[in-house]
DNA sequence: TTGTGTGCAAAAGCTTTGCATGTTG
DNA sequence: CAACATGCAAAGCTTTTGCACACAA
């Protein structure tokens, strides 16, 4: 059941994306759509160098340069997230099949727990009318101490 | 009027970060309250760079080292606010004596604007009690174009 | 006086770029 | 077959680190 929900969002992303490289003139690349399967195969947040790790072990030859400009065109057609969660790191997660949420980050262990609340939205369309921005996207994070990490510093003391 | 608060914010900061340093028994060099009144004579968001470039124009010579180091102690005390406005690059305010704000941006000229929303705060004493986190603080920003780069954007078509 | 803080420069870490080669349309 | 994408390595940028010297406590 999960495997075939799984193939059947890869078929849709490969589509979207397929029709995203027609529109825009660009090749329709083996490099491109590794990439693209290997990302909808995780379910976790990664960056760049951990995603071309993961291809390198698969015997999938593909180049850093590659890796940062496929994560750009993917970006573009909105099939992956781009987030920064304090660190000079960026981190991406797939984004389709995946209803909109924001995100908590333990300051001590790095845990990323991720919630939805519909006011967010209200708070963005609200300020884009006020202040005259087409907004088109937000990035909410909370930043704070998980349960475990909290126990871990109580014992500490 | 305006000077004088200034000169009073910037007594109340150097007192408090003055005991920071007493408190955790650090030293207090004339380079980190140079760095502290150069941050609190702006009213902008700047980068570690800028703020170098800054100091080394007044003829005050500190090293990019000790802007990184002071940066983080003042970040530390909350006397500064820091951010990552979706570039690879961290960005800082000032926080002292400046009401809690989110940030819109404008992903075409980079323009940044404030609001303040008391929602957020219920969000984040909401989703830290569901999940069991002690939240310290978050990052909201809103990214679109504002009106200016609307109507560079038409005038384009 | 002692050890922390500083300046300087080198190194580190993430990302981008240049160039020769390969491959798509 | 022409233009674009790739791989590789070098360069770029922000940030961190190591070390000798300076100076606050």
Redesign the pocket.
Known sequence: MVNSRQSEIFQEVKNIFSAHLENHQ???????FSILEEIYSRNDHF???ELFEDLKKKQL??????V???L?LLHGCDLIKKHQFGK???QYEKSYGHKQHDHIICVDCKKVVEFCDPRIQQIQSMMGELLNFKITHHSLNLYGICGTCQIQRDKRV
């Open positions: 660009l090749r329709k690349t083996p490099e491109r960056d760049a160098e030859n593909v180049s850093r340069a590659t940062y400009n496929t750009e000079n790191l960026a």
